[in-house]
């Protein structure tokens, strides 16, 4: 296993439910995999440890060739810090901070560069404003904005346009595709049908 | 952004929320507060009121017949005034009150003459004379039934055995020998019985025993039979028993329902600690995501609970206070000023609350802490 990011043998169970099973994947840095399935299917559950979140019920992980679940919490949560970006469908901001403290949430985050990257996603006259004053696509573009302040090299959308509107989707998606076109890894969960990525040029498609 | 920040900028934003959690928790300091205050207030009134039912123990020379002494009311037999001063290092009875006793006719009437001095603390104590009556010498205070059956006024020179003394005092209707009692300064009437430097009754109040399970008695004859050799030392058990008894029913209560009091309130604090953790699990799971360290998340959680916690204690603590300051003066009319604000209380509270906050918020963080992360952003 000497890809970007490997897995082997992956299986996931909640409880007797296993959502994951014996699932094999190899992923080159760079590149961008669409992860499709059904609501349920364990998109959310491949995406949390495939981001250090989760540890696998059984099965091996690799990224940059280190196994993530053999460091200890806080070398993971470095891991994290310095090479994982997430973006959620759910968003996840937090609700006491505005938009430009919420995009410099993550540790490495550079208030200048995270002003630079809100007004490239037209947040500009939206720096002070709460979560709850943006509408759903800004919330998900400052969630980007968020993701790719700290210049990860793994980037793991769940579902980022699943409440978007076509524009805010496009955005979004512009977003990832740019953040590949960079060097970055993207690997992105989707329910979407195929057509609604038609401008995706996925490297890697998976089928949950 | 740095730890502090972020704390105050959540509480900023949940200002209601935190407001309701400081009033919550000031509330429970308050009654923890207004609980240990007014039970320290109770213990001392019951103490006091108590204190005021009168002496019960007598110490009496020796040979003293008992027939005698509870028929007529004084002892024929004397002892020397020096016996007050062995007993200013024991330990079982305070409050000491010298008499030298005698019934003596003035005019028609019999009367109880009572020489009486200051009383003496033991160990040199420094209280409130309560027993003492003690008359300036060449004065006398005279009982309402002497006076009225004799039609003796106040500032009028009264003949006790050949000796002109006046009346300073008359004193109220108390329904017991007092009422046909004269007091008289201790000297004067050693002099008028010519009984210089002796006594033939010191009265004093019986200390608490430690130990509820000790006799009294033996605990009483053991200390002070060796310092007054042949004296006879009675214990008014009515009045000592209900003291004894008073006390101890109020400490046992206390003793139970303090730490009731404290726990009950603690838990009603650990729980807003814990549901506001709860709450909050979705933000442990960003900070997760983001690569927070495990210490930092800690402290913003922490941070927060023993910001408010500290916060109230302060807040409650006043309150308790103010609110025991408008009623004190009803609820203890003899000991509500000393026990209206005790700083020593403040500090505890200011320790003990965050601290139970911090015991509270610490079990589910730590559960939230050492699981994945993934759990925490899951919709509930």
Sequence with gaps: MSAFLAVENLSHSYGKLEVLAQMNLQIEAGEFVVVRGASGSGKSTLLSILGCMLRPSAGMVQLKGVDPFSLSASERAQLRAQDVGFVFQTMHLLPFLNVLQNACLPIRADPQTAKAMLSELGLTDRLDHKPAQLSVGERQRVALARALLPQPKLLLADEPTGNLDDVNSGRVIDGLIQFQQMGGTVILATHSPPSALSRLQATQQLSL | ?380
Aim: aromatic share 6%.
């Design chain 2, 1 to 380: 952004m740095n730890t502090l920040q972020l704390i105050w900028l959540e509480l900023r934003h949940r200002s209601a929320s935190a407001l309701l959690t400081v009033i919550v928790v000031s509330l429970a300091v308050a009654t923890v507060h207004f609980f240990q205050l007014t039970a320290r207030a109770s213990e001392n009134e019951t103490r006091m009121i108590q204190r005021d039912a009168g002496l019960n123990l007598l110490i009496l020379p020796a040979g003293t017949d008992l027939n005698h002494y509870w028929a007529q009311g004084y002892s024929q037999q004397t002892m020397p005034e020096e016996f007050m001063l062995k007993l200013e290092d024991q330990q079982v009875a305070n409050r000491l009150v010298p008499l030298l006793q005698r019934r003596i006719d003035v005019g028609m009437k019999k009367v109880m003459l009572t020489g009486i001095a200051p009383e003496v603390f033991k160990g040199g104590q420094k209280k409130k004379q309560v027993y003492g009556m003690a008359p300036e010498s060449g004065t006398v205070f005279v009982g309402a039934d002497v006076a009225r059956e004799l039609q003796l006024q106040l500032n009028q020179k009264l003949q006790l055995l050949g000796q002109e003394l006046e009346i300073v005092v008359i004193l109220p209707p108390a329904g017991t020998a007092d009422d046909v009692r004269i007091y008289a300064a201790l000297a004067d009437v050693q002099k008028l019985l010519n009984l210089p430097g002796q006594i033939n009754e010191i009265q004093a109040l019986e200390c608490h025993c430690e130990d509820p399970t000790e006799d009294p008695v033996r605990a009483l004859t053991a200390e002070l039979g060796p310092l007054l050799p042949g004296a006879k030392i009675v214990r008014r058990n009515d009045l000592a028993d209900a003291r004894r008894q008073q006390r101890l029913l109020a400490e046992g209560f206390l003793a139970i329902a303090t730490p009731i009091v404290v726990l009950l309130c603690g838990l009603l604090v650990a729980a807003l600690a814990a549901l506001n953790l709860r709450e909050r699990r979705p933000e442990i799971g960003v900070f997760h995501a983001l690569g927070y360290p495990r210490s930092k998340i800690a402290s913003i959680f922490i941070g927060r609970i023993l910001l408010i916690a500290f916060f109230a204690a302060i807040v409650g603590s006043m309150l308790s206070s103010f609110f025991l300051d408008q009623v004190a003066a009803d609820l203890f009319k003899l000991t509500s000023k000393p026990v209206v604000f005790d700083s020593t209380l403040l500090l505890q509270a200011m320790w003990l609350a965050p601290a139970f906050a911090l015991v509270a918020a610490a079990l589910p963080l730590a559960f939230s802490l050492s699981h994945d992360p993934a759990h925490d952003l899951q919709p509930k």
